[in-house]
């Protein structure tokens, strides 16, 4: 896994106020509520 460490190593916590991590909850709640959405309109549908 050499390839993961190129930018050197990473604090095992990182802060709230981390890009990273307030992407990664944008990007789940977006994922969720898409899905949720897709449910909504494929049970209309039927």
């Given amino acids: 896994m050499f390839h993961l460490n190129v930018h050197g190593p990473k604090p ?7 890009l990273g991590y307030w992407t990664v909850m944008v990007v789940g709640l977006a994922l969720v509520l898409a ?3 897709t449910v909504l309109l494929f049970g209309q549908a039927w």
């Avoid at 095992?12 to 981390?18: F, K």
């Fill in 35 to 37: 899905l949720y959405a």
């Fill in 12 to 18: 095992p916590a990182r802060p709230a106020h981390d």
